[in-house]
C-alpha cells in the first residue's frame, strides 16, 4: 500500500514537471536563459521520477543492455540549479559557472555505464549494481559540492547581490536553502541504507521531499523572475516617463497659515514629484526631513494642513496615482500588476492593493479592467 502511494506520487510529480515546463516555456513572457535553466531543473527531475516510477512498476525491456542502462538524469538537478541562481541574481559573469564540468561528467559516466553493460553478463549484474553505487556517491559529492556554493554566494557574498535586493529580498532562497540541506542529508542517509540493505524502496522519502522541493521552486521562481523581470523593465519608463505620469497633489487654499507656508508646502510636493521620492518603499518622514533639512513635526504638519492627508497616505496617494497612471496605459498590459504596485513605492501586494482600495474603491485588477 505504501509502495503504491510513493509511486502515484512519483508519476504525478513527473506529470507535474511536465506541465510545467509547458505551461512556462509557452507563456507569453520571453524565455531567457534564467527561465530556460529553471525549467531545466523541474525537467531532470521530472525525468528521474519517471524512470524511477518505471523501475518501481517493474517494467523491463527484453534486452539486457536497454534493461541495465540507468541513465543518472539526478546528476543534473544541482548543475541546473545553481546556473539558475546565478543567471537570476545576475552575477553570472562574477562567478564561475560547472556546466561545462557537469556535462563532461555526464558523458564520462554514461560511456563508462555503457562499455561495462557490454562487457557483463547476466551472472555479473552484481557489477553493474556496484558501479551504480559508485556513481551514485561521485553525483552526490559533486551535488554537495555546487550546493555549498549556492550557500556561499547567498548568505556570504552580499556585495554581489546588491542589483538583485534592490527588486527581491530574496528571503524565498535563503529558504529554499536551508531546506535543501535537509533534503541533501536524506539523500546521503538513503546511499548508506541502500548499500546496507539494498533496498530501493529508502529513496522514497527523498523523492517525495526533493519533489515537493523542487516543484515549489520551480513554481516561485518563475513567478519571482517574472516579477523582477518586469520591475527592472518598469524602473526604466518610470524614469522615463516621470514628466507625463507623476501627477501632483490638488492644491489647496490658504488655511489660516501663512503665504510662506504654504509656498513652503508646494516646494516640497514638487520635490517629492520631480525626484520621485515617492517611488522609495523605505521613504519615511524622518528620513524626508533629513533630506530637505527641516524638522519632521514642522513637515508633518505643512502635509497634514495643505494636502488634507497625514505623511502616510499623502505619500501613498501619490504611489496610488501613479499607478493608475500605469494601469490605464496600454503599453503596460504586459506587466504583472503586483509589479507595477511595487515599482510604485508599496513594499507588498497586500499594502498596495489595501492602499489602491483606498483611494479609489477598486482593487487595481478592477481598476485596470474598467480602463
Not at 542517509?189 to 516543484?215: E, G, H, K, M, Q
Amino acid at each position: 500500500m505504501g509502495s503504491n502511494f510513493f509511486n502515484f506520487l512519483l508519476i504525478a510529480g513527473a506529470i507535474q514537471g511536465f506541465i510545467f515546463n509547458s505551461v512556462t516555456l509557452l507563456s507569453k513572457k520571453k524565455v531567457d536563459k534564467v527561465i530556460i535553466f529553471l525549467n531545466l531543473t523541474v525537467f531532470f527531475l521530472s525525468l528521474n521520477n519517471l524512470q524511477a516510477w518505471l523501475i518501481a512498476k517493474e517494467f523491463r525491456f527484453d534486452i539486457f543492455f536497454l534493461r541495465q542502462f540507468l541513465v543518472p538524469w539526478y546528476m543534473f538537478i544541482m548543475p541546473m540549479f545553481y546556473m539558475f541562481l546565478i543567471h537570476y541574481l545576475k552575477i553570472q559573469d562574477k562567478v564561475k559557472g560547472f556546466l561545462t564540468f557537469a556535462i563532461v561528467l555526464f558523458v564520462i559516466e554514461l560511456i563508462s555505464r555503457t562499455i561495462l553493460i557490454m562487457n557483463t553478463t547476466e551472472a555479473e549484474v552484481s557489477l553493474i549494481k556496484s558501479y551504480t553505487s559508485i556513481e551514485e556517491i561521485v553525483n552526490a559529492g559533486f551535488s554537495i559540492f555546487l550546493f555549498y556554493k549556492c550557500l556561499e554566494i547567498v548568505f556570504k557574498k552580499g556585495k554581489l547581490l546588491d542589483f538583485i535586493v534592490s527588486y527581491d529580498d530574496i528571503k524565498w532562497l535563503k529558504l529554499f536553502l536551508i531546506l535543501g540541506g535537509f533534503v541533501l542529508s536524506f539523500w546521503i542517509l538513503a546511499i548508506v541504507l541502500n548499500n546496507f540493505f539494498d533496498d530501493f524502496r529508502v529513496y522514497y522519502p527523498l523523492r517525495l521531499a526533493t519533489s515537493i522541493l523542487l516543484y515549489w521552486i520551480g513554481y516561485q521562481g518563475f513567478f519571482r523572475y517574472t516579477l523582477v523581470h518586469d520591475r527592472i523593465l518598469l524602473r526604466g519608463k518610470l524614469a522615463e516617463l516621470k514628466p507625463e505620469t507623476a501627477q501632483k497633489p490638488v492644491q489647496q487654499t490658504e488655511n489660516g497659515l501663512s503665504e510662506k507656508h504654504q509656498q513652503e508646502f508646494e516646494s516640497i510636493a514638487n520635490y517629492i514629484i520631480a525626484e520621485q521620492r515617492f517611488l522609495d518603499a523605505k521613504l519615511g518622514l524622518d528620513q524626508l526631513s533629513d533630506e530637505l533639512e527641516i524638522s519632521a513635526g514642522h513637515l508633518s504638519k505643512l502635509i497634514n494642513t495643505y494636502s488634507e492627508y497625514n505623511f502616510s497616505d499623502y505619500i501613498n496617494s501619490l504611489r496610488v496615482s501613479q499607478a493608475k497612471a500605469l494601469l490605464k496605459d496600454d503599453d503596460f498590459d504586459n506587466y504583472t500588476i503586483v509589479a507595477i504596485g511595487l515599482e510604485c513605492g508599496f513594499n507588498s501586494r497586500s499594502t498596495f492593493y489595501t492602499a489602491f482600495k483606498k483611494f479609489t474603491d477598486l482593487t487595481p485588477s478592477e481598476y485596470r479592467k474598467a480602463n
